[in-house]
Every structure is written in structure tokens, then in C-alpha cells.
């Protein structure tokens, strides 16, 4: 890792974050992964070491360092437990980001504040079971009676779903316009009568994690529970979901540093035809291949960070992060397990882990497909063509 590109803090903290993880998360790693444990108490102790949401303001109890600091902590953590992180993250910067960028004081300090302690866990719902990609299809419905909103609907893939204490929910408000125009944001406590989980998703990674079908049906909840603006909603999910996929592509960044590591040890000792396979450049040149996409993905999560931090608009270069860091994810793995052989696939190794949990980070947070969309219409939207 190049630590020219990050600050003398940023390198501190990260070495100072490193050892917290190393004492205190890896050793729970295996079981979170082998015996699907959400490691909510493993989040609550990395509030209580100040670890959540770094980049939220003091006064809610994050350190105000910003995105370019919190992809250090998606990065250390994702390296170690991509479970862990992936719940850490939903919890306190996809239901954060909104929370501090939209809400009221009042409600910042009732529900952001927990979160960030890591006393209580967050969510994010937008996907639904027929609305992927296309956001504006959403079904979800609140409806508002006197000083209340009535709402009813179904959320799926919510990562945290089931344990949330709190979701930044996503319905439509006046079905009359383009959707676009008439969807809101809500504080959601999932202690409210008419939720219910309708299943945990039993996935092909990420272990640990809890990604939920959800059920709304005449759920009421305070009208003051409005994040924002009525109607104004769509903007609160955009400007989220730049920051998450940011988030996403250090995360993926993480996910490349185990199948490579092991890569690399195991071309050193492992002997064919009389000296080690790191001699032949078919293993030789995977190492290369993969120690560049690595280091450019965690270039292109900076940037975006960066800018972030900055005010500046980041959709073009959030998107091309998170394609090129989440794609590069599987393939490191892909290309580690090659070079480990008939091993990699084996529970021995974590590359076989790190192959199945990266390649969900190539749906979820935006589509490849979807992201290659926003970059082209970006590009030319700049160019005014």
C-alpha cells in the first residue's frame, strides 16, 4: 500500500485502526463466516472505540473526518470480516449519510446519535421485490392521515434488515406525479405495529450479514418522522447513494487484500518442476495484474472521497469507483485462486471466502450495468451534448 496519497492522520489512524481490528475483530472472523453470527456486538464495540461513522460531525459522536477517513475504516475491516463491515456500513453510512445530511437536529440526535454509538443498528430501505434499478418504479406507498403517515409496502435485499432498530425508508407520497417528484424519506423504527420480516435471504456469501425481505402493512408513524421534504425524497436517495457506493468501492478494495496475500505467500512455497511457481509467468504476471488493479481501484475510492469532502459533485466518479473496485474485487480472488490450485477452492484458505463475498458488490449499491449508464450520461451531460 502507497501511503503517499493519504495524510500523515489518515496514515495514523489507519495503523492505530489496524490494531484495533487485529485484537479485537479477527479473531471472531471464522465465526461470523462458518457459523453465520451477525457480529452485533462487535459493532457496538467498535462505537464504544469510536470506530463508526467517522465521518459524521462530533456533536452526534463522529469525529467529523469525512469519507476520505470512513473508506479507511470500509477498507481495514472489509480485509478482515466483509460481513462485519457490510453491517457496520448499512448501518452507520447508508442510513447515516441521509440522516446527516437531511434531518432535523431533533431527529440527528434522537436516532443518528445510537447508531453512531453502535447502541442501535440502521438500514436503508429502497429496493423492493419488482424495483431493482429503476428506483422510480417504487410501490412502497405513505399516505398521510391528520398527523400521521399510514404506509404499506415490501422492501428486499435491505442489508440489516431483520435487526434494524431504525430504517431510512423510501415510499411514494403523491402517486399522481412522476414518481421522481413524489417520493419521500421517513424515519422508520421497526418497533412500529404492521412490520414484519418476511425472511432472512440465505445468499451465496457474506456470511454474517443479514440482507432481509421486509413487510409494511398500515404501519403509522409520526408525520414529524419525514426526513426532508414531502415529495422531495428522491433527492435524499440520490445524494446517498454516491456516498454508499464510495463506501463500496473501499470495501471491495479490502476484499482484494486477502486472496492476494495468499496468492503471493503460497507462489513463494509452493514447488513445481524444481523451484517455486512464482517463477513462471503464469503465476508471476497474476501477481502483477493484481497488485495494479488493486492499487488503481483504491485511487479511483479516493478520488471520489475526496471530492466528496470537498462538496463536489461525485456521481460520475463514485460510479467508477465502485465499477472498477467491485469487478476488481473478483477478479483478484478469481485470479488468487488460480494460482493457490486445488487448495484455493478449499475451506482451508479464505480466497475461496473472499471469491463468493466479492461478487455480490457487483449488484448491490448500483449495478454494474446501471453505473456504466450514469457515467456515459454524465460524460456527455458535461459536455452538453
Known amino acids: 500500500?502507497?501511503?503517499?496519497?493519504?495524510?500523515?492522520?489518515?496514515?495514523?489512524?489507519?495503523?492505530?485502526?489496524?490494531?484495533?481490528?487485529?485484537?479485537?475483530?479477527?479473531?471472531?472472523?471464522?465465526?461470523?463466516?462458518?457459523?453465520?453470527?451477525?457480529?452485533?456486538?462487535?459493532?457496538?464495540?467498535?462505537?464504544?472505540?469510536?470506530?463508526?461513522?467517522?465521518?459524521?460531525?462530533?456533536?452526534?459522536?463522529?469525529?467529523?473526518?469525512?469519507?476520505?477517513?470512513?473508506?479507511?475504516?470500509?477498507?481495514?475491516?472489509?480485509?478482515?470480516?466483509?460481513?462485519?463491515?457490510?453491517?457496520?456500513?448499512?448501518?452507520?453510512?447508508?442510513?447515516?449519510?441521509?440522516?446527516?445530511?437531511?434531518?432535523?437536529?431533533?431527529?440527528?440526535?434522537?436516532?443518528?446519535a445510537p447508531v453512531i454509538r453502535g447502541e442501535k443498528i440502521g438500514a436503508i430501505g429502497i429496493t423492493e421485490p419488482d424495483v431493482g434499478s429503476d428506483t422510480a418504479g417504487m410501490k412502497t406507498r405513505a399516505v398521510k392521515e391528520g398527523d400521521e403517515y399510514v404506509i404499506n409496502g415490501q422492501k428486499?435485499?435491505?442489508?440489516?434488515?431483520?435487526?434494524?432498530?431504525?430504517?431510512?425508508?423510501?415510499?411514494?407520497?403523491?402517486?399522481?406525479?412522476?414518481?421522481?417528484?413524489?417520493?419521500?424519506?421517513?424515519?422508520?423504527?421497526?418497533?412500529?405495529?404492521?412490520?414484519?420480516?418476511?425472511?432472512?435471504?440465505?445468499?451465496?456469501?457474506?456470511?454474517?450479514?443479514?440482507?432481509?425481505?421486509l413487510k409494511f402493512e398500515n404501519c403509522r408513524i409520526p408525520a414529524e418522522n419525514l426526513i426532508g421534504e414531502e415529495n422531495k425524497g428522491f433527492r435524499v436517495l440520490m445524494d446517498e447513494l454516491d456516498s454508499e457506493r464510495t463506501a463500496i468501492a473501499?470495501?471491495?478494495?479490502?476484499?482484494?487484500?486477502?486472496?492476494?496475500?495468499?496468492?503471493?505467500?503460497?507462489?513463494?512455497?509452493r514447488i513445481q518442476f524444481d523451484r517455486p511457481i512464482k517463477y513462471f509467468e503464469g503465476v508471476s504476471f497474476k501477481v502483477a495484474e493484481m497488485a495494479t488493479v488493486i492499487e488503481a481501484a483504491r485511487l479511483l475510492t479516493l478520488k471520489a472521497a475526496r471530492m466528496y469532502d470537498k462538496g463536489m459533485k461525485i456521481t460520475k466518479e463514485a460510479a467508477m469507483a465502485k465499477i472498477f473496485a467491485t469487478e476488481a474485487s473478483f477478479e483478484v480472488a478469481h485470479?488468487?485462486?488460480?494460482?493457490?490450485?486445488?487448495?484455493?477452492?478449499?475451506?482451508?484458505?479464505?480466497?475461496?471466502?473472499?471469491?463468493?463475498?466479492?461478487?455480490?458488490?457487483?449488484?448491490?449499491?448500483?449495478?454494474?450495468?446501471?453505473?456504466r449508464f450514469l457515467i456515459q450520461r454524465e460524460i456527455y451531460k458535461e459536455r452538453g451534448v
Open 156 to 213: 428486499k435485499f435491505i442489508t440489516n434488515g431483520s435487526q434494524a432498530d431504525y430504517i431510512c425508508l423510501f415510499a411514494i407520497t403523491n402517486p399522481d406525479v412522476h414518481p421522481k417528484d413524489g417520493m419521500s424519506a421517513f424515519l422508520f423504527p421497526t418497533a412500529t405495529k404492521g412490520f414484519s420480516v418476511v425472511e432472512d435471504h440465505w445468499m451465496l456469501g457474506m456470511a454474517g450479514a443479514r440482507v432481509s425481505q
Open 1 to 112: 500500500m502507497n501511503d503517499v496519497f493519504f495524510t500523515e492522520e489518515e496514515n495514523t489512524f489507519r495503523k492505530e485502526l489496524r490494531e484495533f481490528i487485529d485484537a479485537e475483530i479477527a479473531p471472531h472472523a471464522r465465526d461470523i463466516e462458518e457459523n453465520n453470527r451477525y457480529p452485533r456486538d462487535l459493532i457496538k464495540k467498535m462505537g464504544d472505540a469510536g470506530y463508526l461513522a467517522v465521518f459524521h460531525p462530533p456533536e452526534y459522536g463522529g469525529s467529523g473526518k469525512g469519507l476520505s477517513t470512513e473508506i479507511i475504516v470500509c477498507e481495514e475491516l472489509s480485509a478482515v470480516s466483509p460481513a462485519m463491515d457490510m453491517g457496520r456500513m448499512a448501518s452507520v453510512t447508508l442510513f447515516g449519510a441521509p440522516m446527516r445530511r437531511f434531518a432535523t437536529e431533533e431527529q440527528k440526535q434522537e436516532y443518528l
Open 335 to 371: 485470479k488468487a485462486l488460480q494460482v493457490l490450485g486445488g487448495n484455493g477452492y478449499t475451506k482451508k484458505y479464505r480466497t475461496e471466502q473472499f471469491l463468493r463475498d466479492s461478487r455480490l458488490m457487483m449488484i448491490g449499491g448500483g449495478t454494474a450495468e446501471i453505473l
Open 250 to 269: 473501499a470495501e471491495a478494495v479490502g476484499y482484494c487484500r486477502v486472496p492476494f496475500e495468499e496468492a503471493v505467500k503460497w507462489s513463494t512455497e
